[in-house]
C-alpha cells in the first residue's frame, strides 16, 4: 500500500516562499502522475499542480501559474512544489495525491491516492 506523506508546511508572510514535499512510501511512485491540490477554510478542494511520469509534461492552475513550480525526484520518490510569492490568499490545507494510472487530471476525481495534508498559512 503506497503512503504519502507532505511536509514543509507552515507560516509565512506574503511574498514569502515556502517548499512542500511529498514523500512516498511502500512502492516506487515513477510511473505516476503526482499532483497537487489544495483546500481553503470553507471552500472547495482545488487544483494546484501536477506532473506526469517523465516529468516533460505538468500543468498549473492559472492562480499560481508563474509562482510556483512543481517538481519530481524518482530517486527519492517525492514530489516537491516550491511556492513563490505567496499571497494569503493561497492559505490552505496543501494535499498530494497520485493518479497511479498515469493518467493527466486536474481534477481530484482523478487520483486514487492521498496524502493527510499540511497546512500552509500566508499573513498579510
Known amino acids: 500500500q503506497v503512503q504519502l506523506v507532505e511536509s514543509g508546511g507552515g507560516l509565512v508572510q506574503a511574498g514569502g516562499s515556502l517548499r512542500l514535499s511529498c514523500a512516498a512510501s511502500?512502492?516506487?511512485?515513477?510511473?505516476?502522475?503526482m499532483g497537487w491540490f489544495r483546500q481553503a477554510p470553507g471552500k472547495e478542494r482545488e487544483f494546484v499542480a501536477r506532473?506526469?511520469?517523465?516529468?516533460?509534461?505538468?500543468q498549473y492552475a492559472d492562480s499560481v501559474k508563474g509562482r510556483f513550480a512543481i517538481s519530481r525526484d524518482h530517486a527519492k520518490n517525492s514530489v516537491y512544489l516550491e511556492m513563490n510569492s505567496l499571497k494569503p490568499e493561497d492559505t490552505a490545507v496543501y494535499y498530494c495525491?497520485?493518479?497511479?494510472?498515469?493518467?493527466?487530471?486536474?481534477?481530484?476525481?482523478?487520483?486514487?491516492?492521498w496524502g493527510q495534508g499540511t497546512q500552509v498559512t500566508v499573513s498579510s
Open positions: 511502500g512502492r516506487s511512485v515513477s510511473t505516476y502522475t
Open positions: 495525491a497520485a493518479n497511479t494510472l498515469g493518467q493527466a487530471y486536474s481534477s481530484e476525481d482523478g487520483y486514487q491516492l
Open positions: 506532473i506526469n511520469w517523465s516529468v516533460l509534461s505538468a
